[in-house]
């Protein structure tokens, strides 16, 4: 074995013992806000709320039962579109929807249910990223059981980009290992890429990331150059005020309603080493990347699942999930 390897694999255990000795609590800051919502409350009031708090997703409460009632994420206004894509007439329908109805939508047009997992926040983090992944969520609710009422309590929401953040900033030591480039463990997606045009329709757009099961889209020109990224929640102000019909815009108008702290996209070229992607998650606020050739034309797309996925289990052998 190669010096290099030895040390990617020294990179790696570090990296794992790691998540396993700290949990889904210290990865919260010390002080956060948690904006949980009633599955009372309308779709289109939800949407409105989201974009007034600068939030893209929020777990929901069943205050009858006073239970923890599942994730609201873009995935599901993207469900409500596919449901007013099929049943066009039904846009008065559509507009009197509840959180609570999110499940009939789903059932109504055929998706397949993303499972709610959550984990309790003192459960080792490498549990809590092992569900997250299993699930393909791309979240995971804290939920922890009140003391004196016994009753369930959300506490927070984790990430996949929170958690290779705390990963990026706390262990240098380790991620200073990985030495490898991305081409060499073929870390990424290359092969049927979904991508689009400015000038193809949002709907489109939405339609390619339902059936590749993805949350970014590369925008590139004739040239197969790269000239942005649409990601999920770029449908949210796309549909702010029961909007459908702004759905038939195109992505280059609707990429001029993203927020004004809006980061921006991050690129990275095949030959760079996991390392070096840790450097950039540790100074930005990077989701995704998308892999360019030095002309910056599309070569593949590295997501934040890939990049979990390697640190946990690469090398690993059996079921490495634990029982939910
Ligand atoms: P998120 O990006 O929301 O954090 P994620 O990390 O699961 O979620 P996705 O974008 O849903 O990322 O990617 C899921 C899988 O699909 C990954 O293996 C990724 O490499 C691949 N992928 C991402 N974008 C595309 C694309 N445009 N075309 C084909 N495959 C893609």
């Given at each position: 074995?190669?010096?290099?390897?030895?040390?990617?694999?020294?990179?790696?255990?570090?990296?794992?013992?790691?998540?396993?000795?700290?949990?889904?609590?210290?990865?919260?800051?010390?002080?956060?806000?948690?904006?949980?919502?009633?599955?009372?409350?309308?779709?289109?009031?939800?949407?409105?709320?989201?974009?007034?708090?600068?939030?893209?997703?929020?777990?929901?409460?069943?205050?009858?039962?006073?239970?923890?009632?599942?994730?609201?994420?873009?995935?599901?206004?993207?469900?409500?579109?596919?449901?007013?894509?099929?049943?066009?007439?039904?846009?008065?329908?559509?507009?009197?929807?509840?959180?609570?109805?999110?499940?009939?939508?789903?059932?109504?047009?055929?998706?397949?249910?993303?499972?709610?997992?959550?984990?309790?926040?003192?459960?080792?983090?490498?549990?809590?990223?092992?569900?997250?992944?299993?699930?393909?969520?791309?979240r995971i609710p804290l939920?922890?059981?009140?003391?004196?009422?016994?009753?369930?309590?959300?506490?927070?929401?984790?990430?996949?980009?929170?958690?290779?953040?705390?990963?990026?900033?706390?262990?240098?030591?380790?991620?200073?290992?990985?030495?490898?480039?991305?081409?060499?463990?073929?870390?990424?997606?290359?092969?049927?890429?979904?991508?689009?045009?400015?000038?193809?329709?949002?709907?489109?757009?939405?339609?390619?990331?339902?059936?590749?099961?993805?949350?970014?889209?590369?925008?590139?020109?004739?040239?197969?150059?790269?000239?942005?990224?649409?990601?999920?929640?770029?449908?949210?102000?796309?549909?702010?005020?029961?909007?459908?019909?702004?759905?038939?815009?195109?992505?280059?108008?609707?990429?001029?309603?993203?927020?004004?702290?809006?980061?921006?996209?991050?690129?990275?070229?095949?030959?760079?080493?996991?390392?070096?992607?840790?450097?950039?998650?540790?100074?930005?606020?990077?989701?995704?990347?998308?892999?360019?050739?030095?002309?910056?034309?599309?070569r593949g797309m590295l997501?934040?699942?890939?990049?979990?996925?390697?640190?946990?289990?690469?090398?690993?052998?059996?079921?490495?999930?634990?029982?939910?």
């Amino acid at each position: 074995m190669s010096p290099i390897d030895e040390e990617q694999i020294q990179g790696l255990k570090g990296l794992r013992d790691f998540l396993k000795k700290r949990t889904s609590y210290d990865v919260l800051p010390l002080s956060f806000r948690l904006i949980v919502l009633d599955n009372d409350l309308l779709i289109k009031k939800s949407l409105n709320i989201l974009i007034q708090n600068g939030i893209v997703s929020a777990p929901l409460w069943d205050s009858q039962n006073s239970r923890f009632a599942g994730l609201l994420t873009s995935t599901d206004y993207i469900n409500v579109i596919q449901y007013y894509c099929q049943f066009p007439n039904e846009l008065d329908n559509v507009e009197k929807f509840r959180l609570s109805n999110l499940r009939e939508i789903e059932k109504a047009i055929g998706v397949h249910t993303i499972e709610t997992v959550s984990v309790h926040p003192s459960r080792p983090l490498f549990e809590a990223c092992s569900r997250m992944l299993k699930s393909r969520a791309r979240r995971i609710p804290l939920v922890d059981i009140d003391d004196e009422t016994g009753r369930e309590t959300v506490v927070s929401v984790i990430t996949q980009y929170r958690i290779l953040k705390f990963i990026a900033v706390n262990t240098e030591q380790h991620t200073s290992l990985l030495k490898k480039t991305i081409q060499e463990i073929r870390l990424g997606t290359y092969k049927n890429l979904a991508t689009c045009k400015m000038t193809d329709s949002v709907l489109d757009v939405i339609n390619l990331m339902v059936v590749h099961n993805i949350s970014a889209v590369p925008v590139i020109d004739k040239n197969n150059t790269v000239l942005n990224v649409f990601e999920a929640v770029d449908v949210i102000p796309c549909i702010k005020g029961g909007a459908y019909d702004e759905l038939k815009s195109t992505v280059g108008e609707a990429l001029t309603k993203r927020p004004e702290d809006f980061q921006g996209i991050y690129t990275c070229t095949e030959g760079d080493r996991l390392e070096s992607i840790f450097q950039t998650i540790r100074q930005s606020r990077v989701h995704r990347l998308v892999v360019v050739d030095d002309d910056h034309k599309l070569r593949g797309m590295l997501s934040l699942s890939d990049i979990l996925k390697y640190v946990l289990f690469h090398g690993e052998e059996g079921d490495y999930f634990p029982p939910s």
